[in-house]
């Protein structure tokens, strides 16, 4: 089983407003709107790519109520802990003339210190009958960012992988608790390592980095694709994926589709590098949908051979 937690988990709406210009009146063309949140997104796509998946967090008010409606009506199956504060809403608007997208996220609910233990006991139950658990996305307010290293810490205490998605505090909570794998954004990767990246010798020096923070595994991705720095046996190898072009619909959860697909393969027993050629094809299939976490498996499949993989460096010993 592969468990997914969501601790900020939304209501997420998407509008496509064709040449939007802020200030102006529009009209939307399209719209939808589904439980999102890093999380929720990522257990998704693994439910579209077949794979048995729980998503667990945290919901609340009329919005939470939204939330496990939106999720059951998918067939995903959910585990949340209920708190009394309102699960949030997001809005994202694309402009479809452009290309250009724009989101606008609220913060989240208060959570009691007795809610996020409450949380906690639960992760630990699912997480006895779990292989993998993807943590991701951000953290309401009143979440200490330490909280993401006490769910890596336990998790990795019963023997389950922790694959990450996140930034800032909680980011860096977690790779002190060492990580199975991370896979920030460029952004997000600069912030964790305290470095610019402006060309390839950056981004390895980042990889290197985010490893060196305490990640077993590292990845970071980009609108192309990723880079990525692997353990295979006993050598750490660094790898550049590149997917091939396709003209976006919405990149609105394009991570996320990412991450569903590293997991999916990695949980399958796939190999380091074919982990990686699967998440650059998910996330570059998933542009090509309206909606976060949507992606076509047979699309996926199609894409495979075409996503570039190149071994960046030569083998080298673990030490």
């Known amino acids: 089983m592969i468990l997914t937690v969501t601790l900020n988990a939304a209501i997420d709406r998407t509008v496509a407003v064709p040449s939007f210009r802020q200030g102006n009146r529009h009209r939307a063309v399209e719209a939808t709107t589904v439980a999102g949140g890093k999380g929720v997104n990522v257990a998704r796509a693994l439910k579209l790519l ?15 109520a939204r939330l496990m409606e939106h999720l059951a009506e998918e067939s995903i ?26 989101e606008i996220n609220e913060r989240g609910p208060e959570v009691t210190a007795t809610e996020l233990e409450r949380f906690l006991e639960k992760l630990v139950y699912l997480g006895r009958g779990a292989r993998i658990c993807v943590i991701a996305g951000s953290l309401p307010p009143s979440v200490p960012a330490s909280f993401c290293g006490r769910m890596v810490t336990e998790l990795k205490s019963l023997g389950v992988e922790t694959v990450l998605d996140a930034e800032g505090e909680p980011l860096e909570a977690a790779l002190r608790a060492a990580p199975a794998a991370v896979a920030p954004n460029v952004s997000e990767a600069e912030e964790a390592v305290g470095q610019e990246f402006n060309d390839r010798d950056d981004l390895l020096s980042g990889l290197r980095g985010l ?66 050629r699967t998440a650059v094809a998910c996330g570059a299939e998933s542009t090509q949908h309206f909606g976060a976490g949507t992606i076509d498996p047979d699309e996926v499949e199609r894409i495979v051979p075409e996503v570039k993989v190149s071994e960046l460096q030569l083998s080298a010993a673990i030490g």
């Open 211 to 276: 490893v060196e923070l305490g990640a077993n595994e590292a990845m970071i991705t980009g609108a192309e694709g990723c880079v990525a720095s692997t353990v295979e046996g006993s050598q750490r190898r660094t790898y550049e994926v590149t997917a091939p072009e396709l003209e976006p619909v919405a990149a609105v959860g394009s991570g996320d589709a990412f991450l569903a697909g590293y997991v999916a393969a990695r949980y399958d027993g796939a190999t380091p590098r074919d982990c990686l």
């Open 50 to 64: 077949g794979r048995p998946v729980i998503a667990t967090g945290l919901a609340g008010g009329p919005t939470g």
């Open 77 to 102: 199956l959910t585990d949340f802990t209920s708190i009394a504060g309102e699960s949030r809403t997001n809005l994202a608007v694309i402009d479809p003339t452009s290309g250009e997208q724009t």
